[in-house]
Each structure stands twice: as structure tokens, then as C-alpha cells.
């Protein structure tokens, strides 16, 4: 493995403490990890797949790092492996853009995944992997491990500040849980929201997303030293675990605060349509997999929630789904017009090949849904992520064999 300079490389560039302190614990971290290395690469082969995940977050780090850069120094368009923009590339999967077996595709061959990728202010987690089927954003190389090439979940932890079984590298660890993916984002109050996939509904293992016991099918909610805020809503419940902020979610692919309110608002996958918009409120079951605005898999239907009595409703749905992955409030004067409106990546719109992009939504002072638009259709590509960049630009992710970050500017 390569050495990592202790020094903080760009940290200097970021104007936001939060992403600073961040990006330096994670070097604190990785430099940490390097110095096991030799130990680790003389061990088992269950160390084999810890070191492809270390490979993996050195890379996430170094793009971290280069993404703080001015933007003066981005290039338009990053095309991994050349490819070009547009195609109708078949997505790998046929259940609304996640496995059969219900867990979301992770990493291949030790490189980042799809979705990975992120923004120096929101850091993503991976916690289920399928082998050599999937695309991934960079090309492999030679002297880094691979995976079986069999479908796998694993059981993971949720670990801040990095997802690295077997290491003591960060301040917090959460129960086991079953495979999925994650996203986390900063509130205005400094604390970290981050989702943990119930894809899975309730397991033969006891895994229930709507039970305090697991964080499984929830959001947890922590300070950035990794403790348990004291007015998490189930801080003193007995048997409950005090991170947990909300139950009964599915799989959730997009978590962002508020620009004025500060109110965290995420989008979450149903199971076949149902796709839907929540605003988190603290304590909140938001029914799965008991309830859902979509159908099950096998199109056998689901009682909706609406009207239930204790389960929170959703702030607007899809139906068909578009498989929501990404989501952030637009703040930035790049484009004037869209300021404060929601936008949501789409992998795919209703199980069709080729169909997704870019979400649209309009709200007024109430927070009323006013107008919704799906742009960038014509590009057949699914859209996995969605950032703004403090110069008010937009970039997206795209999840395809030869996947891409391109990046959206005004016209003139």
C-alpha cells in the first residue's frame, strides 16, 4: 500500500470547519490504518477483504481532498474509462435498482462504489457488496484483491468515522446489522444523521426495522465525536438504543438538512413504487415494513399508511418509483431559478430501462408541493447521486458499466 503523507493535503482550501475537521480525522485515521498494514498483510484471508476497504477509503480520502480544491481546478466532466455521455446501458439489477435478495449493491474488486463518491461535507458509508457484477468508477488493478464473484451480504457495523471491522479508528460502533447502504449528513446544530438500510423487512435473525433494540431500519443521530446527543428521543428507554432518531425506514439513499428551517428531510425506496419524500421528526415510525405507498415485490400490495395512527406520513411519493438516490436543497446563484427547491436523483422510473434523471421539486412558504419537473431524461443514465459544490455548481453520479461525474453549469 502506498504511503500517506501525514500532512493534510487541500485541507486548507475548505472554508467549512465542519468538512475540514472531518477530512482531517479521516487522514488521522487512515494513518492510523497504515501502520498496521504490515500486520494485516500477513494475516488470514478475512484480512484480505479489510484491506480492499482500506484501499477503498484511501481513495475516498484523495477524492475528498481533490473535490475541496477551487473550482477553478475541476475539469467539466470526469468520464471514467472514457466513456462517453448517454447510452442505454442496462442497469445491473431488477428490483428497483437493488439486488433480488433486497440488499444495495456495493463495491467490486476493493475500488469505491457508485454513490461513494461524495462531497467533503457528507461522507458516505458501504455495508453490502456484490462481486464482480456491478460497475464500478474506477478500473481495476492488478495488484489489489478481489471478491468472490457470488452475491454476498455481509454483516456490518455502523461505524463513525470509518466502516473498518477490526479496527479502533473511530468513536462510534453500532449493533450488527444486516448488508445495505448508507448516507449521513450534518444538521445546522453540528449534530451527523446517517441511515441504516431495513431493506430486508423483518429477518429470520429477529432484525425488526419498528424495534429500539437494532438500529436496522433506522436514522441514528450523533455528535461529531461519536456520543449520543441527550435529547435523542429514546435517550433513557429502556432496551432502546439511544442513537436511534427514527424507525420503520427501507432503504435510504439521500438525507439533507433544511437551508432555512433546518429540518432534515430524506428520501426512502419502496419496495415496488411508493418511493417517497420525509420530513425526519424526532421519534418517528415511518412503517416499514408493516406499511408502504408502493407494492411489494412480487406486486402483492401493502397497507398504506396514510391515516394510520402513529406512523408519519410521507411529504410527496413517486408512484411509479424512480428508485431515489441523492438528494440536497438548492441554495447556490449559479442557478437563480431553482434556489431552494428539492432535488432527487433517479436510478430508474418505474422498472423501465434508460428511464430516470434528475428530480425537480417546488414548494411554497408552506411547504406545499407546487410544481415537480425530471430533467436530463435524455441521457438514459442512472443518476445515483446529487451534490451542490459551495460555487453553486451541481454534480451528479451516474451508475452505469462505464459510470461518470458530470457536472451541470448555466448555459451563458
Known amino acids: 500500500m502506498a504511503d500517506v503523507p501525514r500532512q493534510y493535503p487541500h485541507v486548507s482550501e475548505i472554508a467549512d470547519p465542519k468538512a475540514a475537521r472531518s477530512i482531517r480525522l479521516l487522514w488521522d485515521a487512515v494513518s492510523a490504518i497504515q501502520d498496521r498494514t ?83 461535507f457528507v461522507i458516505g458509508q458501504v455495508v453490502c457488496g456484490v462481486a464482480n457484477e456491478f460497475p464500478t468508477l474506477f478500473d481495476p488493478q492488478p495488484d489489489q484483491p478481489t471478491l468472490d464473484a457470488t452475491r454476498t451480504c455481509y454483516m456490518n457495523r455502523v461505524i463513525w468515522h470509518l466502516n473498518l471491522a477490526g479496527f479502533q479508528a473511530s468513536h462510534y460502533g453500532s449493533d450488527p446489522t444486516s448488508a445495505g447502504g448508507s448516507r449521513l449528513a450534518f ?13 430486508g423487512g423483518r429477518t429470520a435473525a429477529g432484525a425488526d426495522p419498528r424495534k429500539l433494540e437494532t438500529v436496522y431500519g433506522k436514522v441514528i443521530r450523533l455528535r461529531d465525536d461519536g456520543t ?42 419502496g419496495p415496488y413504487g411508493g418511493d417517497k419524500v420525509n420530513v425526519l421528526k424526532a421519534g418517528g415510525d415511518y412503517g416499514w415494513p408493516d406499511y408502504s405507498y408502493g407494492r411489494n415485490n412480487d406486486s402483492s400490495p401493502i397497507p398504506n399508511p396514510n391515516n394510520v395512527t402513529g406512523i408519519e406520513p410521507a411529504l410527496l411519493v413517486w408512484v411509479p418509483g424512480i ?12 442557478f437563480p431559478a431553482w434556489k431552494g427547491n428539492l432535488m432527487v436523483g433517479s436510478v430508474v422510473r418505474g422498472r423501465v430501462n434508460g428511464a430516470s434523471g434528475v428530480e425537480r421539486v417546488v414548494f411554497n412558504d408552506k411547504m406545499w408541493e407546487t410544481r415537480r419537473e425530471t430533467f436530463l431524461a435524455e441521457l438514459k443514465q442512472r443518476i445515483r447521486d446529487i451534490r451542490q459544490t459551495p460555487d453553486g455548481l451541481i454534480y451528479l453520479l451516474t451508475e452505469e458499466v462505464n459510470g461518470a461525474v458530470l457536472k451541470l453549469e448555466p448555459a451563458d
Open 38 to 120: 504490515t500486520a494485516v498483510e500477513s494475516t488470514t484471508a478475512d484480512h484480505t477483504a479489510t484491506l480492499a476497504t482500506v484501499q477503498s477509503t484511501l481513495t475516498a480520502t484523495t477524492i475528498l481532498a481533490a473535490q475541496a480544491q477551487p473550482a477553478a481546478a475541476k475539469t467539466t466532466a470526469a468520464i471514467a474509462g472514457g466513456a462517453p455521455v448517454g447510452g442505454d446501458n442496462p442497469p445491473p439489477t431488477s428490483d428497483n435498482g437493488q439486488g433480488a435478495d433486497g440488499c444495495t449493491q456495493a463495491g467490486v474488486n476493493g475500488h469505491i462504489t457508485p454513490g461513494t463518491v461524495l462531497s467533503p
Open 187 to 199: 444538521a445546522p446544530d453540528g449534530t451527523v444523521y446517517i441511515t441504516i438500510s431495513g431493506a
Open 228 to 269: 449520543v446527543p441527550p435529547d435523542n428521543p429514546f435517550v433513557g428507554t429502556p432496551g432502546a438504543r439511544p442513537e436511534i432518531y427514527t424507525m420503520g425506514h427501507r432503504d435510504h439513499f439521500g438525507i439533507a438538512p433544511h437551508p432555512t428551517t433546518g429540518q432534515m428531510f430524506h428520501v426512502e425506496l
Open 323 to 334: 428508485t431515489p438516490s441523492g438528494l440536497l436543497f438548492y441554495t447556490g446563484d449559479k
